[in-house]
């Protein structure tokens, strides 16, 4: 069974700077893509950023491009978003996700999933 555990999340000024953490257990991450999704109230989910094991290839959505970098740590099993220039609006629970890498571009995976194994989440809060 495919474990999730993301950590990070917090309340923070605009402007500032969050690094969550997305742990894989009972798998390893080589043949994954990893997906950071979120959620504000009232919202869709929202594909944020995905990252594919097979050709390191990345996605980032239009809102969070050239403040957000999804990387990975193979040797921890672990996932990480690192988020600058935070706004207002990237208020929202963050949820990593993983699946199994497929014969697709790593932005149809993001934004089409499905993904099969997902994390329990963290809040994120930017404000003033």
């Known amino acids: 069974q495919v474990q999730l555990v993301e950590s990070g999340g917090g309340l923070v000024q605009p402007g500032g700077s969050l690094r969550l953490s997305c742990a894989a257990s009972k798998f390893t991450l080589d043949y994954y893509t990893i997906g950071w999704f979120r959620q504000a109230p009232g919202k869709e989910r929202e594909g944020v950023s995905c990252?594919?094991?097979?050709?390191?290839?990345?996605y980032y959505a239009d809102s969070v491009k050239g403040r957000f970098t999804i990387s990975r740590d193979n040797a921890n099993n672990t996932v990480y978003l690192q988020m600058n220039s935070l706004k207002p609006e990237d208020t929202a629970v963050y949820y990593c996700?993983?699946?199994?890498?497929?014969?697709?571009?790593?932005?149809?995976?993001?934004?089409?999933?499905?993904?099969?194994?997902w994390g329990q989440g963290t809040q994120v809060t930017v404000s003033s």
């Open positions: 996700a993983a699946d199994r890498d497929r014969d697709t571009t790593v932005q149809a995976m993001c934004v089409m999933g499905p993904f099969g194994s």
């Open positions: 990252i594919k094991s097979s050709d390191g290839s990345t």
